[in-house]
């Protein structure tokens, strides 16, 4: 199996920094396009921000110049990088991932984390 592990959430002042990661493990070859999604309360989940394995990024508008994503191939994990933080980035950030568990199927499985807080108060 794989897991996703998401850290580094938390209660923050607007205008400030925070940096989220995102672990992965388990029967792993290699992994594919890693996203952020975040969750706020009674909205739908939305995407972030993907990169693919190459490091092509997207940014949502709603971030754009605030939040970057980045990854570490080597460590298998993925990063969200968060500067001027508005009350309205409070939501549930969740990693999610495309891995390939096996070289001889080559099969694509997606995965999720668990989800990390993160409050910014006003």
């Known amino acids: 199996q794989v897991q996703l592990v998401e850290s580094g959430g938390g209660l923050v002042q607007a205008g400030g920094s925070l940096r989220l990661s995102c672990a992965a493990s388990?029967?792993?070859?290699?992994?594919?396009?890693m996203r952020w999604y975040r969750q706020a309360p009674g909205k739908q989940r939305e995407l972030v921000a993907p990169?693919?394995?190459?490091?092509?990024?997207n940014i949502a508008d709603s971030v754009k110049g605030r939040f970057t994503i980045s990854r570490d191939n080597a460590k298998n994990t993925v990063y969200l990088q968060m500067a001027s933080l508005k009350p309205e980035d409070t939501a549930v950030y969740y990693c999610?991932?495309?891995?390939?568990?096996?070289?001889?199927?080559?099969?694509?499985?997606?995965?999720w984390g668990q989800g990390t807080q993160v409050t910014v108060s006003s």
């Open positions: 999610n991932a495309d891995v390939v568990r096996s070289r001889w199927s080559g099969l694509e499985y997606n995965y």
């Open positions: 990169i693919t394995s190459g490091g092509n990024t």
């Open positions: 388990g029967s792993i070859f290699s992994i594919n396009a």
